[in-house]
């Protein structure tokens, strides 16, 4: 009875590097959202997926960021050349089928870390 | 433009003792609430929510306000116990909209014995 699955935990990346934030969904959850919290700030939607589908991502930044969640394997949020300003805690959270009113479950996050 | 706002960023209180952490939002349209709670470390977890039907909702010691006209809503916890000792968000949402949830900046609990 796994949950939200997010690694790594913890990434730490120079200036100009990619990075590469995988979450595995709770198993029969096909509905994927990933939120980032600033330091000292609440949790903004970035992107919400379904399987092979984005279905909003009125949150990402319009450059260097991508998410994608394919038929088979983990989303994936990618940022390109990573900027300090990108440090933060990037969550994944899933549904299983997108509703209204579903509760999202969290997984525990990745700390990205930008030197 | 934060859409909904939780002006307490801590709040300390003695076990035993009841707390009350607020939550104002801006957007009438909002017609979904939830709070949910965060350890260091670890993601939310769901705790309570309300629909914009009713004005309350209880789930043992957990209870939500919801007053529409004031757009403020409040949990309130009672007993208190350390164990509830967390970050608390609250959050809303659009149901005719795509499954997204607006977040407020957080309110750190500490029950203290």
């Known amino acids: 009875n796994a949950g939200v699955m997010q690694n790594p935990r913890h990434l730490v990346r120079r200036r100009g590097q990619e990075a590469r934030l995988r979450c595995s969904p709770m198993?029969?959850?096909?509905?994927v959202y990933w939120y980032r919290q600033l330091p000292e700030e609440g949790l903004k939607f970035m992107v919400y997926?379904?399987?092979?589908?984005?279905?909003?991502e009125s949150g990402m930044p319009k450059e260097r960021f991508s998410a994608e969640f394919p038929k088979e394997g983990p989303s994936i949020l990618r940022i390109q050349q990573v900027v300090r300003g990108d440090s933060a805690a990037y969550f994944c959270?899933?549904?299983?089928?997108?509703?209204?009113?579903?509760?999202?479950?969290f997984g525990s996050g990745t700390q990205l870390s930008v030197l | 433009d934060q859409q909904v706002k939780q002006n307490s960023p801590s709040l300390s209180v003695q076990e035993g003792r009841i707390s009350i952490l607020n939550c104002d939002y801006t957007n009438s349209m909002f017609d979904y609430f939830l709070w949910y709670k965060k350890y260091p470390a670890e993601g939310p977890t769901f705790l309570i929510s309300?629909?914009?039907?009713?004005d309350k909702n209880e789930d043992g010691r957990f209870t939500v306000f919801l007053n529409k006209s004031a757009k403020h809503l409040s949990l309130h916890i009672v007993p208190s116990q350390p164990g509830d000792s967390a970050v608390y968000f609250c959050a809303a949402h659009i149901i005719q909209s795509t499954d997204k949830l607006i977040f407020g900046t957080g309110t750190r609990l500490q029950v203290f014995p």
């Open positions: 198993k029969g959850h096909s509905h």
């Open positions: 959270a899933s549904s299983p089928r997108g509703q209204p009113n579903e509760k999202l479950f």
């Open positions: 997926l379904q399987k092979e589908n984005i279905i909003d």
């Open positions: 309300i629909s914009s039907i009713k």
